[in-house]
Every structure is written in C-alpha cells, then in structure tokens.
C-alpha cells in the first residue's frame, strides 16, 4: 500500500493499492505539484521494495531525490515523517561529462549521493521500421526501402548482435541501392553514430537497473520531437520491459524465478509520449503497455499540466486518476469527461474545490471512490521547484 496523503474531510490516510499493476494519470496546472507526487509515488515504492522503479524524466529535475528535504523539515514533522534522500541512479544517455558540461559538475552531482551510469540502447532493439523513422524515411521511397533491407537482413542473421558499424556495411555492399541513396544514408548513420545512444557492444537493456534505487532516465539533454532521441529511448525502453517481464511472467507461472520484478515506470511531461492526435515514436509501445500491462506486471504513471493533450487510449485505460489544480477549460472537461456513476456528482465540482499546493482529487476506479486529499510532504528532495 502506497501512502500519498490525508483525506481532506477526515484527516485519515489515503493509501494506493500497488498489490496489482496500475495506470495513474497525475495531472494539474503547472506549479500544482505534478512531479512532487510522483516522487512521492517513489518513495513509497521504493519503501515498498521487490520493484523496479524507473522516472522518465524529460527535465531533469530528479536527481536531487538523493539528498533530504530539508527545506520542508517543518511540514514533514507536521506529518510525523523525516527529511531523507533515497538511492539514486542517474541513467544519461551518452558521456555524462559531455552532456553536464565537465567533470566538474558530474563530481559536484556525485558528491550529492547521486550514481551515474550510461544509458546506451542496442542498434537491434529497433524495429526496421523504427530506424525508417527515426530519419524521417517512408519505407516506400529508395532510402527508406535500403535502410529496412539492411536491418531486416542482420537482424535475420545476426539477430541482437549488430551494430552502427554493421548497417554501414550492410548498405555499402547492397548492390540494388544506387550511389547516392547509399551515400546518404551512410551520413545519417555516422551522424547517428555522433549521438552516443547506442550501444557498441550487446547489453541486456534491463541489467543496467538497480532494483534498490530510484533509475532516472535524464532525457533533458536530447531532442523532444516526436521522432527524436527522447520517444526514441521510451520505445525502446517500453518494448524491452514488456518483452522481459512476459518472459518472467511466464516462468513464475511455471514455478521458476523470473528474473525481473514488477516494474513501476513514471513519465513526467508524459504528452511528450503520448500526445493526442499526434504519432510518435514511443506511442504504440507505451499504449499496448497501459493496455496490457496488468498481466505481465507493469505499472504505468504519466502526468501532464495538459490531460486534453493525451491520448484518450491512454487516459481511459488509467485506473487512478491525481487531479491536482486545473484551471484551463479543455483540460478540466478532459478530466471530467471521465466522471462515473459512482462519484455522485461531476469531477469538475470536485476541481474547483482544489485550493493549496498539493491538494487534490483522487478517482480509484478499482474501489469506486473519489475523495478530495492533501499529498503528504516529500521525505526526498525535490528539484522542481521554480528557478
Ligand atoms: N504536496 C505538497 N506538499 C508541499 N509542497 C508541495 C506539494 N506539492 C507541491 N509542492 C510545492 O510546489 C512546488 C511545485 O511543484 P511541482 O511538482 O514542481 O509542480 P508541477 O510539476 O505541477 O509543475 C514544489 O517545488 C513544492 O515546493
Ligand atoms: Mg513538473
């Protein structure tokens, strides 16, 4: 059981059911207190333990999670609770160096109580339609078409165990593309090559985790577009989980050890991913896991200051519903239009009720219940806050 708050009305403790796999939309005006309740959500996991909790984290604003929230010291004892930092592992994707600006400022982070470690993906871990994608390639025009043969056919012979290198050569020895189809494809993979995401040698995606701390995944430093390198690493990260905990699901079901826990993914600035009308590269993945992932054991938290700019195929399936403050029409009426029976009344009535920091309103579909709660102070620290 996960505990985020006090009932507003009775002062008594809210707790989340985590015993299954959820889907959480935690949403509000920006400054309402988003990315403070999915660190709460965090600690409670982490407390929890026996999961496997990775944040998204497309600001970096995380890390500070490793150190005590000393600055609300007075508010914590208020909730009979302690300031303390949780386990952190910093997941970048390239040369933490390079994209931190200097040995400097990674040792001051480490000096924090911060890890660091290199995200890298497999060149293999994406489709051929994937790579297509990824330089804008319609896999019906010549560049397109090469680049799909290249990867499919490694892919068939060498299966996980190719990389940038490897599609170079592939697309240099194809005799059915022409010079300059090559040569400019040839440029796209050197220049992807540049971008320090992918891997040189085989890793199993899921061995860089650790189970005892929180895995950020700073995706502040790449592109956002919905072909870049953020939706990118989402979808192959997604894809990657799904395929290891059914494995794992399968074997605990025969009575063996399944090798990865139950995992907790949480995505903050989530309409990034899973924008409304929009395609991108993560989306399908991060669908069929919202959809899907109950059996498997997968968990899903996502949170926008903009619910009207997810996709609906993501917001019905969520299970759990954090409103904090809103205020912007469309977003309101996206929230609302997920009013049931059961509340005895629409959730725009309960929305407008929302006044301090940190309130808000709490659906659980699973229990049928809606209540107004305050989210308890942080224990960690958190680097949200306004610069
Ligand atoms: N439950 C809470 N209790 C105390 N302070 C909070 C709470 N939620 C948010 N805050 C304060 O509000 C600020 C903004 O919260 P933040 O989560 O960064 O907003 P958002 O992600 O919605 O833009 C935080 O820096 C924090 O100081
Ligand atoms: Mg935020």
Request: contains cysteine.
């Amino acid at each position: 059981m996960l505990n985020i708050g006090k009932d507003l009305k009775n002062q008594e403790f809210v707790y989340l059911d985590d015993s299954r796999s959820r889907a959480v939309l935690v949403c509000g005006k920006r400054g309402s207190g988003k990315s403070y309740t999915l660190g709460v959500i965090v600690e409670e996991l982490l407390d929890a333990g026996d999961t496997l909790v990775v944040i998204v984290d497309p600001m970096g604003i995380y890390y500070p999670m490793a150190q005590p929230n000393q600055a609300q010291e007075r508010l914590l004892w208020d909730s009979g609770l302690t300031p303390k930092g949780v386990p952190t592992l910093l997941l970048v994707p390239g040369d933490p160096e390079l994209l931190y600006g200097g040995r400097e400022v990674v040792q001051v982070i480490e000096s924090k109580g911060v890890r660091f470690r290199q995200f890298k993906i497999n060149p293999a871990d994406l489709s051929p339609d994937a790579w297509c994608e990824l330089f804008d390639l319609s896999i019906s025009d010549v560049m397109g078409i090469a680049l799909f043969r290249a990867v499919q056919h490694l892919k068939r012979r060498r299966k996980e165990h190719f990389f940038i290198p490897d599609i170079i050569e592939a697309i240099e020895m194809d005799e059915l593309a022409n010079d300059r189809t090559r040569q400019a494809l040839l440029n796209r993979l050197e220049m992807a090559q540049d971008w320090g995401i992918f891997s040189t040698r085989y890793q199993e995606l899921w061995e860089v985790f650790d189970h005892q701390a929180v895995n950020i995944i700073d995706l502040s430093t790449l592109d956002p577009g919905p072909k870049g390198r953020r939706n990118l690493i989402v979808d192959v990260l997604a894809r990657d989980m799904f395929k290891r905990r059914t494995i794992a699901r399968r074997k605990e079901g025969l009575g063996l050890i399944g090798e990865l826990p139950r995992v907790w993914v949480l995505i903050d600035e989530a309409h990034q991913f899973v924008p409304s009308g929009k395609t991108t590269l993560a989306k399908e993945a991060l669908i069929r896991w919202a959809k899907e992932g109950r059996q498997p054991g997968l968990s899903l938290v996502v949170a926008s200051q903009q619910p009207s700019a997810i996709d609906s195929e993501i917001i019905s399936q969520c299970d759990i519903i954090v409103a904090q403050k809103l205020t912007n029409r469309a977003d309101i009426q996206a929230v609302n239009a997920l009013s049931q029976d059961y509340m005895g009344g629409e959730l725009k009535t309960y929305i407008r009720k929302l006044n301090r920091r940190g309130e808000a309103v709490l659906v659980d579909d699973e229990q049928e219940k809606v209540m107004m709660l305050q989210v308890r102070p942080r224990k960690s620290y958190h680097g949200g806050g306004e610069a």
